[in-house]
């Protein structure tokens, strides 16, 4: 399967933060895996011109359920597509942590990205605490079947395993731990899907560096990445994304 690399900027990013998207766009032009950057909202419409004849696409890192209306502060699904966005990232756990998205939101948002014609990429992945109880597998589980709607393909559907533990913090599941929740992962979109299941791309994302990637994209059903702080540097990304063979 073509590998993904997704980089979530988080809330990072100021106009003069578009040299990045030009200097990823000179290092990725033979790149051969899918490469989407997602800044925050206020750069997606500069962002998007940017990579205008290149193979660099972008997406959003949250979108609202619902059209139009009054929703002060919200962006839907279809104001993004409007402006060029393809992907958008629901459900991290930073927003279900913080803005306490549970999975029937998270859920409501990815029918909206397909309402709107965006490919979800929906997060899943245990705290330290669930793992440590031995439940990871569990938690995730019950993420995925709560947070993937009806209609998902793999054509408008990506799931990102991101252990809360790892994200920004250095630490990465061993390698088995990385191929035992994706191969569950694996499993459950089969179970959902049909067959159809087996092509919807699993990310890992947790402190993917340019020095663990290789090893990260060797493993058995990991079809890429969602990177964070190393997605900021044009140079540490491109590194990831080279390594996405
Ligand atoms: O949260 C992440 C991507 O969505 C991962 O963040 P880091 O790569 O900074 O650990």
Redesign the pocket.
């Known amino acids: 399967m073509r590998k993904l690399v997704a980089g979530?900027w988080?809330m990072n990013g100021l106009v003069s933060s578009q040299a990045e998207i030009e200097a990823l766009k000179g290092l990725t032009g033979s790149a051969t895996c899918d490469i989407v950057v997602c800044p925050p909202f206020t750069l997606i419409d500069r962002a998007v011109e940017r990579v205008k004849d290149s193979n660099l696409v972008i997406g959003a890192q949250d979108c609202h359920a619902q059209q139009s209306g009054a929703h002060t502060g919200d962006v839907s699904a279809e104001m993004l597509a409007d402006i060029g966005a393809r992907y958008v990232?629901l459900g991290?756990?930073?927003r279900r942590v913080s803005h306490g998205e549970d999975d029937e939101i998270v859920r409501a948002k990815a029918v909206a990205a397909h309402r709107g014609g965006l490919i979800a990429i929906v997060?899943v992945g245990e705290t330290r605490h669930e793992r440590d109880e031995g439940r990871a597998i569990e938690v995730v589980g019950e993420q995925l079947r709560e947070s993937v709607p009806e209609g998902a393909t793999s054509a408008n559907l990506v799931i990102?395993y991101?252990p809360v533990w790892?994200?920004?913090?250095g630490l990465v599941p061993t390698n088995e731990q990385i191929e035992e929740v994706h191969a569950a992962i694996r499993q459950m979109l089969e179970e959902r899907l049909g067959s159809d299941g087996n092509s919807v791309r699993i990310l890992y994302?947790?402190?993917?560096k340019s020095s663990n990637a290789e090893a990260i994209f060797g493993l058995r059903n990991v079809d890429g990445a969602?990177?964070?702080?190393?997605?900021l540097k044009a140079s540490e990304f491109a590194g990831i994304i080279s390594a996405a063979v």
Do not use: M
Not at 205 to 208: A, D, E, H, I, N
Not at 226 to 231: E, I, K, P, Y
């Open positions: 979530n988080k990232i991290h756990s930073e997060c990102a991101e790892a994200i920004g913090t994302g947790g402190s993917v969602l990177v964070g702080g190393a997605s």
